[in-house]
């Protein structure tokens, strides 16, 4: 797949991405790989925060007061179309938490030995590589535990995603909610919550 | 903290107090030389003859009206598609107190494309002086250092051929197009430079508007607030007793007969009045005014067939003054292109030109920016193993500044 972003922030447990185009960023809960020094190894992390601001704090914010800009009214796209600098000065970053990397066609779920360096190549991943990931479930736990991130939406948005790319989307909901409900079982409020979104 | 705000808000207030009552004296005097100009509107030829007269002898600014004085041109349809070049620069000043002569320009290089296919693309170009020949002009003995005015002349030039670069490299024809610049096209910071200096500057920059005409696309640029007081000096004749254009007589002020008469001279109505006070009353939203060729003295003796004209156009609540090279200025079609769509750049930007603020915003070179900049030289220096250190003054004042 077509490379979509490069990494601007980078450590060990999270990377951030600056995407190429205005609002072209992976899904929230969509895979990302994350080009590795090592050519043989890729880093996996999952899309948690995706936000689009000005490039430059000061100089680029500006009023967009109202609908009346030309004297004609402006909505939505016909705003850009009308005022293709935006493109330009507007900027797409999304950040991802990382759960994975492969190394020799291997994959591993847990924290890689380095981050994926800054400037390096972000890709998403398509349905066969996301199946392929989410062959084990190990990374359902440093989802859920992770800090600073809204874990269990977090969590819920990867299984569907990956229910989708499967042939049999209820059979792996079902056993996805069965993992979580193992990892949970000390907090049932919390565990219900999870499971009403990903019910089939 | 070492500003004594006690002490400065007492005169801050003495300040706006003067400031209101001279505005009631602007004012006034500003309803007179609008209605002069007014009954003036068809003796146009007239006062261009005045101004010829009076150019050498004179000692004030001049415009020369190139279109009768009452024309007023709505603005003409705006084409539904098109493209235009900007460019903007900034500079970092030789820095005597540095670790190493340099000097620094950043060109902010903006294409715009409206319409059918939108596009933009947005860059910066910095330039690194270093080198003797960069830092200094040299005629046999005399040596020039290219510092403050001299660098911000090699910054317009630098600007003006990155316009004509990014012209040839952008605009393909296809639609109409401008190029855009910020501020004068006049070098006025020129006029008292040293000769070999002015000529070597002007050369280059004249090279490129020259660039430009056989390019075929229009160069203008945008004065925002426009302080200048030309028209005003052109007002000033009608006021003036000695002139006499029957009698091939312009005003002379070293010989002024109301000053040999203990007057106080009839033109001092005119002192302190801006060209955009004149015709504020006169332009409503996107209408310009007459054509005026602008009769500061670098412009005529050296710019050639790129006399530099100029008209005001009315932005929202404000005056702007436009201008353009003289084959800009005698293409109609042209003319009406830059019109249009420069107040169409300002509508989409808010009262501004949408193409400078964005060039301008990848010229400018922050703070921040800056440090890192400083920081590179002395690294580099330092793997080079050159000597860095800075001045002691300067690490006094980056002590105190915390």
């Avoid at chain 1, 890689?112 to 066969?128: I, T």
């Avoid at chain 2, 302080?227 to 004749?237: C, D, F, N």
């Avoid at chain 2, 293409?331 to 400078?356: F, I, K, N, S």
């Amino acid at each position: 797949m077509q490379r979509i972003g490069e990494v601007i922030e980078t450590s060990t447990t999270r990377f951030t991405a600056g995407a190429y185009a205005l609002h072209a960023a992976s899904p929230f809960g969509g895979l990302v790989r994350a080009q590795s020094l090592d050519a043989e190894m890729a880093v996996y992390g999952l899309v948690y925060e995706i936000r689009t601001g000005s490039k430059e704090p000061r100089w680029a914010r500006r009023r967009f007061a109202g609908g009346t800009y030309t004297g004609r009214e402006l909505y939505d796209a016909e705003i850009y179309h009308e005022h293709p600098d935006l493109a330009e000065v507007l900027q797409t970053e999304f950040s991802a938490l990382t759960v994975g990397f492969s190394a020799e066609r291997r994959v591993y779920h847990y924290l890689p030995p380095q981050p994926p360096p800054v400037h390096y190549s972000v890709y998403p991943c398509d349905a066969a590589e996301l199946t392929a990931f989410s062959q084990s479930s190990d990374f359902f736990r440093s989802v859920l535990f992770a800090a600073q991130i809204p874990s269990d939406e977090l969590l819920a948005a990867v299984i569907r995603t990956i229910a989708r790319a499967r042939p049999d989307p209820r059979a792996y909901l079902v056993d996805a909610g069965r993992e979580v409900a193992g990892l949970l079982k000390d907090d049932y409020d919390r565990l219900n919550a999870l499971l009403r979104r990903i019910r089939p | 903290m070492s500003l004594d705000f006690t002490a400065l808000g007492k005169q801050v207030r003495q300040m706006s107090g003067s400031a209101a009552g001279s505005r009631l004296d602007t004012a006034s005097r500003t309803q007179q030389v609008a209605a002069r100009y007014r009954s003036a509107a068809a003796e146009t030829e007239r006062w261009a003859q005045a101004v010829n007269l009076s150019r050498e002898t004179a000692s004030w600014l001049f415009a020369l009206p190139v279109e009768p004085l009452d024309t007023v041109r709505p603005l003409p349809t705006c084409p539904a598609s098109y493209a235009l070049v900007a460019t903007d620069g900034s500079q970092i000043d030789l820095d005597r107190h540095g670790t190493v002569a340099c000097a620094l320009v950043n060109v902010g290089r903006v294409f715009l494309r409206y319409g059918h296919k939108p596009l933009a693309r947005l860059n910066s170009q910095p330039y690194l002086y270093y080198t003797e020949e960069d830092l200094y002009l040299t005629d046999g003995l005399r040596r020039v250092a290219i510092e403050g005015n001299y660098l911000a002349a090699r910054r317009d030039v630098e600007e003006g051929v990155a316009l004509a670069d990014l012209a040839d490299e952008m605009l393909d024809g296809s639609l109409p197009a401008l190029a855009l610049q910020d501020g004068t096209l006049v070098r006025w910071a020129l006029a008292n430079a040293e000769r070999f200096v002015q000529d070597y500057f002007l050369q280059r920059y004249l090279s490129y508007l020259e660039r430009m005409r056989k390019s075929g696309v229009p160069v203008a640029s945008y004065i925002s607030r426009p302080r200048a007081p030309e028209v005003a000096g052109t007002m000033r004749l009608m006021f003036c007793p000695d002139v006499d254009v029957a009698a091939g007589k312009g005003a002379r002020c070293s010989e002024c007969s109301d000053i040999r008469a203990h007057r106080e001279p009839s033109c001092k109505i005119c002192e302190g009045l801006i060209d955009a006070d004149i015709f504020a009353e006169r332009l409503t939203e996107g209408q310009r005014g007459p054509l005026f060729a602008s009769m500061s003295r670098i412009n005529v003796e050296c710019y050639g067939e790129h006399l530099i004209h100029f008209f005001l156009i009315r932005v929202g609540r404000e005056l702007a003054r436009v201008e353009v090279p003289r084959w800009v200025a005698t293409d109609a079609e042209q003319l009406d292109r830059v019109h249009t769509l420069v107040y169409d750049q300002c509508v989409r930007g808010d009262g501004y030109p949408v193409a400078l603020a964005r060039a301008h915003e990848q010229a400018i070179v922050r703070s921040p920016e800056r440090r890192a900049f400083q920081h590179m030289v002395e690294g580099s220096l330092y793997r080079a193993e050159v000597a860095a250190s800075a001045s002691m003054k300067r690490e006094s004042k980056e002590f105190t500044r915390g």
